[in-house]
């Protein structure tokens, strides 16, 4: 998830929808979704979204609520879906694994005291996770509503900063400040949010601080990473002024006496992903919403009443906005 330290650094503008109407939105699906499946497990009950057999598909109530949002405003996303984790990555995800571990114990222990319904869905949308179907019904349901899918061979949010930077895209939505030690060109935060979206410019950013894209990355590692822990007492200030100074990470690092394990290939991660240049898709979309409906409904049991709005909001929005062959 990135150290929201950078956001301190980041230049932000708002971003009115009418600025983004006809733009591709390459949207790293991992953190797009996760935020969505916590917020309709926290406040929907959980009958409307199970399955006989016991499948949680709460993912397909967020994607129908979730959607519509882009449509709505005339922006075509393309959900980029991680591959596989980096072996430096790993720790972090072991983390949030024992995170999440801890969490289901502190559900359990208030399911058995019978605490309030309040503290009881906060603690059930704090352990969720992706598991192997939800990955499969979200990119059923994208199939089917027929919004493009790139897998990416690594961290989804990596491709899509690569496939902005060849312009393939107009800009990348994430939530994660890391966009911008990946050089994502233009970010679009809070597209998860009830208001409108903030704009992360990465140009803008270096110019400010005068630094280059190595130079940022220099000051993320300083700072703390998803593959590294930051250097005690340096935070955005002071991890700029130490790269200023003295060039580089290397010589920050001998500055403070301080050692990063790995320094290296974390730099290598951000400055070079794992990334293809093979990722293509078809913006103009053309949903079958009839088989949209039945897979959410029928073939999983999603409760109706639940995602018809959803759906009514889509088709509203396809039609009075042109998109596809809905024009």
């Given at each position: 998830?990135?150290?929201?330290?950078?956001?301190?650094?980041?230049?932000?503008?708002?971003?009115?929808?009418?600025?983004?109407?006809?733009?591709?939105?390459?949207?790293?699906?991992?953190?797009?979704?996760?935020?969505?499946?916590?917020?309709?497990?926290?406040?929907?009950?959980?009958?409307?979204?199970?399955?006989?057999?016991?499948?949680?598909?709460a993912n397909l109530i967020g994607v129908v609520q979730g959607l519509?949002?882009?449509?709505?405003?005339?922006?075509?996303?393309?959900?980029?879906?991680?591959?596989?984790?980096?072996?430096?990555?790993?720790?972090?995800?072991?983390?949030?694994?024992?995170?999440?571990?801890?969490?289901?114990?502190?559900?359990?222990?208030?399911?058995?005291?019978?605490?309030?319904?309040?503290?009881?869905?906060?603690?059930?949308?704090?352990?969720?996770?992706?598991?192997?179907?939800?990955?499969?019904?979200?990119?059923?349901?994208?199939?089917?509503?027929?919004?493009?899918?790139?897998?990416?061979?690594?961290?989804?949010?990596?491709?899509?900063?690569?496939?902005?930077?060849?312009?393939?895209?107009?800009y990348v939505g994430s939530e994660d400040y890391d966009a911008?030690?990946?050089?994502?060109?233009?970010?679009?935060?809070?597209?998860?949010?009830?208001?409108?979206?903030?704009?992360?410019?990465?140009?803008?950013?270096?110019?400010?601080?005068?630094?280059?894209?190595?130079?940022?990355?220099?000051?993320?590692?300083?700072?703390?990473?998803?593959?590294?822990?930051?250097?005690?007492?340096?935070?955005?200030?002071?991890?700029?002024?130490?790269?200023?100074?003295?060039?580089?990470?290397?010589?920050?690092?001998?500055?403070?006496?301080?050692?990063?394990?790995?320094?290296?290939?974390?730099?290598?991660?951000?400055?070079?992903?794992?990334?293809?240049?093979?990722?293509?898709?078809?913006?103009?979309?053309?949903?079958?919403?009839?088989?949209?409906?039945?897979?959410?409904?029928?073939?999983?049991?999603?409760?109706?009443?639940?995602?018809?709005?959803?759906?009514?909001?889509?088709?509203?929005?396809?039609?009075?906005?042109?998109?596809?062959?809905?024009?």
């Amino acid at each position: 998830m990135g150290n929201a330290d950078l956001r301190s650094l980041a230049s932000l503008t708002e971003m009115p929808f009418d600025e983004l109407a006809g733009s591709v939105v390459a949207v790293d699906a991992h953190n797009w979704l996760y935020r969505y499946l916590t917020t309709t497990v926290k406040f929907t009950r959980d009958g409307a979204y199970t399955t006989a057999d016991g499948r949680e598909v709460a993912n397909l109530i967020g994607v129908v609520q979730g959607l519509p949002k882009f449509f709505e405003h005339d922006i075509t996303p393309v959900f980029v879906f991680d591959g596989g984790v980096t072996e430096l990555k790993a720790d972090e995800v072991d983390e949030r694994r024992e995170q999440r571990e801890r969490y289901e114990t502190e559900l359990a222990e208030a399911r058995d005291a019978g605490e309030d319904a309040e503290r009881i869905a906060t603690l059930e949308s704090r352990t969720q996770r992706l598991t192997d179907t939800i990955h499969e019904t979200t990119r059923g349901l994208l199939e089917r509503l027929d919004v493009p899918i790139v897998e990416a061979p690594a961290e989804g949010e990596a491709q899509a900063a690569h496939m902005a930077r060849q312009d393939q895209v107009d800009y990348v939505g994430s939530e994660d400040y890391d966009a911008l030690l990946l050089g994502a060109p233009y970010t679009l935060r809070q597209l998860t949010s009830s208001g409108g979206p903030e704009l992360m410019d990465f140009a803008a950013t270096l110019d400010e601080h005068d630094l280059t894209w190595e130079q940022l990355v220099d000051v993320g590692l300083l700072m703390g990473t998803d593959f590294n822990d930051g250097i005690d007492g340096v935070g955005p200030k002071t991890a700029v002024a130490l790269v200023r100074d003295h060039g580089d990470l290397w010589g920050a690092l001998d500055a403070r006496d301080a050692y990063i394990e790995g320094a290296e290939l974390i730099r290598e991660l951000f400055l070079h992903p794992d990334v293809t240049d093979e990722a293509s898709f078809d913006a103009d979309i053309d949903p079958d919403m009839d088989a949209a409906r039945a897979y959410v409904t029928e073939e999983w049991e999603v409760s109706a009443d639940e995602v018809e709005r959803g759906f009514e909001r889509i088709e509203e929005s396809l039609v009075q906005t042109g998109l596809g062959r809905w024009s």
